[in-house]
């Protein structure tokens, strides 16, 4: 049986990190494969070897970036005690996350709704992966009593809409993303029963 060639990490590295930049600054419509494939010092051969089009690019950004966010919400989740500084620490690492991505979380959430069935459905499945990342840590909250019992499901499927809409209106407004914890962690806390967070 004939062996495969060794994957080449540093080629499709290269191009994903030209796309974050092109895309951040140009925007999803403005960005072409060209312009990724320039950026990239590489060749559209090498592209489309590695990616099916500009959107699957994209779509693997989207996906490494829900993977970056998680692992440092768990991560910060994972130093603190308490089911508040929990909630807090989580809530700042989206923020920070959303704060230093910025153009791109802007297309994410403000140039989503025309980019098509693909891209939706991966930005649903975003939305679904954060729910239930939320959810586990509000039912080991009910478990240990820090919070009353309640739906967990409906309760994190609020908390991923009403982050989203925080960050969309501080994105959309060029607000300080970081300046919305405070009131956005005090909405987020009462809505579960904790009445002076």
Known sequence: MARRAPIDTTTRER?????????????????TVDDIVAASQSSKGAFYHYFPSKQGIFLELLTRLAEMVEAGVEGAIGQEQGALAKVEAALRVVLEVAAAQRDLARILLIEAAALGPAFEQSRLGIHRRFAALIRRHLDRAVEDSAIPQQDTLAASMAWVGAINEVITQELAGKGDLLAALPALRTVLLRSIGVGNP
């Not at 994903?16 to 419509?29: D, P």
């Open 15 to 31: 191009l994903l990190e030209a796309a974050m930049e092109v895309f951040a600054r140009r925007g999803y419509h403005g960005t």
